[in-house]
Structure formats: structure tokens, C-alpha cells
């Protein structure tokens, strides 16, 4: 009786539509980091273009906050969506801080590696991009949304393998002489592997959210 009549009631489907907006805020992002990082002329250009997306994900997400508190009835559990929306959040957000730290030691040119970390960041935000939609029939999408979850967590480890390689390759190049150069490549690895742990936190999110509602 009890599930009847919420199925009656009005519901705020309008989520999903500040979902998927906020998804492709991240890939829009993702897709600027991973040019950024060929380095050269567009740097400056890619920058803006990130720190303009950062704050339209910010707005969404105030407006996903906002229909929490409004709405009556939600498409799951109030706290999950507030999880769900501030871990994607805080994918474009440590995109933002990458942004900084590049803007900050003005560099221009970026190692082979960290163009594949670039990579396969637009492969994580992609992943969670497709994701986002299909939370709207978790039981119907069980088999895609365990299979992308699990594709995450293997870009996750890929990320780390990247990130581990970048930091041994700076430490040959210039642990014995450059130090600001070995600590300026360390933090910009360290950040853009941060990025794709907040993808596995999206990734996690999601698989409590699959697990709740089937």
C-alpha cells in the first residue's frame, strides 16, 4: 500500500536532467585537461575553459541541493543523491585545482605520461557520463552499470600504474639536479591521479545507490 501510494505522488524527475548536465560538465572538462596537457599555445584557453565549466557544475549542483529540500518524493534515497551529485563535483573540482597549479608555475609543456593520465581521464568521465543516466532503471541497467563500475576501478588502477611511472621518471630526470622541477611535475601527477580517484568515488556511489534500489 505504502509503495502505491508514493508511486501516486508527484516526484522530481528533474534530477536526472541536473545529472546528466553535471556528467557532461565533466567531460567537457575532462576533455579541456587532456588537451591542456599537449601543452603549448592553448594552455591559457584550456585553463578558462575548466574553471568556466567548474562553476557551472557548482551551480547544478546547488540547484541538485536545492531540489533535495523542496521535493517530497525523490527518485532514491535523499542522502545518496546529495553524495552522488558532491562526488562528481569533486571530480571537476580537482580538475580546478590541476588547473591552479599549472596557472600558478605557468608551465607550457607537460610529460608524455601525464598525457596519458590526461586520457584516461576522459575515459573515467566518459565512463560516469554513460553511468548517470541509467540510474533512472537501476534493476533493468544492473549488468551495464556493474560492468561500468568495475571499468572505472580499472582506469583507477591504470591511473596509479601512470602516476607511479610519471614520479620515477622525474625522479631520473631530476632528482639529482632540478629539484623545482621534480616538485612541480610531482604535484601536477599527484593531482591528476586525485582526479581519477574521484571518479572511483562516483564509481562507488553509484554501486550503493544499484545495490538500494534493486
Not at 591552479?100 to 605557468?106: A, D, E, H, R, S
Request: hydrophobic letters at 40%.
Amino acid at each position: 500500500m505504502l509503495g502505491l501510494f508514493r508511486a501516486l505522488l508527484p516526484r522530481e524527475d528533474r534530477f536526472f536532467d541536473l545529472f546528466e548536465h553535471h556528467a557532461r560538465t565533466i567531460v567537457g572538462g575532462a576533455e579541456a585537461l587532456q588537451k591542456l596537457l599537449e601543452g603549448g599555445e592553448g594552455v591559457e584557453r584550456h585553463c578558462r575553459a575548466i574553471v568556466d565549466l567548474e562553476n557551472e557544475a557548482d551551480g547544478i549542483t546547488r540547484e541538485v541541493l536545492q531540489a533535495v529540500r523542496r521535493s517530497f518524493i525523490t527518485p532514491f534515497d535523499r542522502n545518496d543523491i546529495k553524495d552522488l551529485i558532491q562526488s562528481m563535483d569533486d571530480s571537476i573540482d580537482m580538475m580546478h585545482k590541476t588547473v591552479k597549479t599549472v596557472t600558478l608555475f605557468q608551465q607550457r609543456q607537460f610529460d608524455p605520461l601525464m598525457q596519458d593520465m590526461g586520457a584516461v581521464i576522459v575515459e573515467a568521465a566518459r565512463l560516469v557520463a554513460e553511468a548517470v543516466p541509467l540510474l533512472q532503471k537501476p534493476g533493468a541497467n544492473l549488468q551495464r552499470l556493474t560492468a561500468i563500475t568495475e571499468e572505472v576501478m580499472r582506469v583507477e588502477g591504470r591511473a596509479d600504474e601512470l602516476h607511479d611511472e610519471g614520479l620515477r621518471d622525474l625522479y631520473r630526470r631530476h632528482g639529482h639536479g632540478d629539484a623545482m622541477a621534480y616538485i612541480i611535475g610531482s604535484e601536477i601527477y599527484g593531482q591528476l591521479e586525485k582526479v581519477v580517484d574521484r571518479f572511483e568515488d562516483v564509481a562507488n556511489e553509484i554501486s550503493g545507490i544499484v545495490i538500494e534500489n534493486i
